[in-house]
């Protein structure tokens, strides 16, 4: 049958099983919205506050429902305002499909109004672009996309239309839409071989886990393999919820705010197993002396990431989920108690600590994880927050963290958050957020009362930027450049005027009973916390040294 353009677009939507739509319209992308119009009881579209927040919206979307996010922008400023999103999506390696629609392809190349080359401007963070200006084509590059999208690593897709192609007509046949199965065509038995007989010779291993375990739904098969290989496990920010925070094994994060029994663990073992992480530099800190003493296999999906930064004597390629199924069947149970004895010994040692006579972060967050009974999906924007996020709330499931790591995006949580909610109605959603990222997509706000998205929002409110003004006092000494926030900005008077709910809490005997009500009540909700500015993220390792160098406050009063 002959459809245009626009009924193309949705029909293609429907095809892949998209039912929800984030984004915000605009003339060149009329037609399609019109036609969406026409759909609205199949396909849901939130309109967000900015285009930016309709990005991050897909983006927790996909997140926490392991589908393919979907954002939609006009031409010029419409589609360049997702470029930050896209980017975050892409460094997370998150499956996201960005529409976009142009000028008419008689208006390409001729400075048009509202005309930008956003296939070039987002080339280097996207998978694949494309942009479509023959009709007949549009159907199958849509299709494309959303394959690309969660093939292999996935990642975020653009397809930008021409608005004459959205008019125009074209014959459409309906498409059966083939499963995307996981990648095993590089997962070779001898890899496999030699990694069994490296973990059978180890007498001190250690299991470190990235965004691929997470991504490939490999938690059951990863805590099988734990429990054959016997030893600790450590993560990194993405890898959150794919081992169980809470088991004996488990020792924390690694890297430059990780713990330091993590940290001083992957230094002293002789076998680090990688599994779906990318040795990022927040990771190993200097990378020339990474777990030096340690034979490295790691486990990835991608075969860019091998050796990309640190050199391993190992390396299975393919999806994380079957390599562990098929390392599970070929390894014996081995028995490291002596090994795990130390390393429970260093967490004896080397607990995480905070002080207890005023209202702090991480006893915001700890009392969250409490009421909430660590059931809850938590968002996070960038920063101190973020840390004490993932230091102080227990993940005992995959994709219940959701946090921009790649990029360190600012003002991601927000928007995030709402396509999280969207995504999985029956779940807690809770972003925790500095008032520094808050800031700057606090119009999401609007955007959660506007449909009765009831996520929670805790501002944790030094009125500095946290993270940059830590730096500035253990680097530059105490130069604060440009990190006040002081000012008359009332961020719960700010929440009541968009329609949520708004609190202030500036005692640690006022956080249980807002946090309980916040829950309760189920509506937007803003918790504004009045914390010190100068509270800091311990442990630290102090950037570009190893991180065997992590020290505490209570190490640095010692120097």
């Known amino acids: 049958m002959k459809l245009t353009g626009s009924q193309i677009v949705i029909e293609c939507l429907k095809e892949q099983g998209v039912d929800t739509i984030f984004g915000y319209p605009g003339g060149a992308i009329l037609n399609i919205y019109d036609e969406l119009y026409k759909h609205s009881d199949e396909i849901r579209h939130i309109l967000t506050s900015h285009e930016q927040g309709a990005s991050h919206a897909a983006d927790g979307y996909a997140r926490v429902t392991g589908k393919v996010g ?14 930050t999103g896209i980017a975050t999506a892409y460094m997370d390696s998150i499956p996201l499909v960005a529409i976009t629609a142009n000028v008419s392809v008689d208006y390409l190349g001729k400075d048009s109004f509202q005309e930008i080359d956003i296939a070039g401007v987002t080339m280097p963070i996207t998978k694949h672009n494309f942009i479509v200006k023959d009709v007949t084509k549009l159907a199958n590059t849509l299709r494309r996309a959303f394959k690309i999208a969660k093939t292999g690593r996935p990642g975020p897709v653009l397809v ?32 496999l071989e030699e990694a069994v007989k490296m973990i059978s010779k180890s007498k001190k291993p250690f299991i470190f886990v990235g965004g691929g375990a997470v991504i490939s ?3 059951t098969e990863l805590r099988e393999f734990v429990d054959k290989v016997d030893s600790p496990v450590a993560d990194t920010l993405m890898g959150k919820g794919a081992f169980d925070g809470r088991d004996s094994r488990y020792t924390g ?30 990771v190993t800190g200097n990378a020339s002396k990474f777990a030096r003493k ?10 860019a990431d091998i050796n990309k930064n640190v050199q391993t004597h190992h390396s299975i390629i393919g999806d994380v989920k079957e390599v562990l199924v098929r390392l599970n069947k070929m390894l014996d149970k081995q028995e490291h108690s002596d090994w795990l004895n130390h390393i429970k010994e260093l967490m004896q040692k080397h607990p995480l600590n905070y002080r207890k006579d005023i209202l702090t972060g991480p006893y915001i967050i700890e009392k969250l994880y409490e009421v909430t009974e660590g059931k809850a999906i938590i968002s996070t924007e960038v920063g101190q927050h973020q840390m004490w996020a993932v230091q102080y709330y227990k993940y005992k499931e995959p994709r219940t963290l959701i946090t921009s790591g790649g990029l360190g995006t600012m003002g991601y949580g927000l928007g995030a958050s709402l396509g999280a909610k969207v995504g999985r109605p029956d779940d807690i959603v809770v972003n925790i957020a500095g008032d520094g990222c808050f800031r700057m997509n ?9 449909y009765n998205i009831p996520i929670i929002q805790i501002i944790l409110n030094n009125s500095v930027l946290g993270m940059v003004r830590q730096w500035q006092t253990l680097f530059y000494d105490k130069r604060y450049s440009n990190t006040t926030l002081k000012d008359k900005v009332d961020f719960v008077k700010l929440a009541e005027a ?50 065997q160098e992590v020290f505490s406050e209570e190490d640095l009063k010692e120097k």
């Open 294 to 303: 340690a034979k490295i296999l790691q486990i990835d999906v991608d075969p």
């Open 442 to 450: 606090m119009n999401e706000i609007a955007t959660a009362t506007r």
């Open 217 to 219: 739904d490999a938690a």
């Open 160 to 191: 930008d239309i021409t608005k004459d192609v959205t008019a125009k007509e074209a014959e459409y046949v309906k498409a059966d839409i083939e499963p995307v199965n996981p990648s095993v065509d590089k997962i070779r038995d001898e890899d």
């Open 70 to 83: 979907v954002c939609m922008a006009t031409s010029g400023p419409g589609a360049t305002n997702l470029v």
């Open 253 to 282: 994060m690694v890297g430059m705010h990780g713990t330091k029994t993590s940290n001083l663990g992957i230094t002293e073992c002789d076998l680090l197993i990688t599994i779906g992480a990318r040795f990022s530099d927040r």
């Open 498 to 547: 968009m329609g949520a709910k708004a609190f202030r809490i500036s005692k640690p005997e006022e956080v249980e009973g807002v946090l309980r009500e916040a829950v309760a009540c189920n509506q937007p909700v803003i918790i504004d916390c009045l914390i010190d500015c100068d509270e800091k993220v311990w442990p630290m390792v102090a950037p570009g040294a190893p991180i």
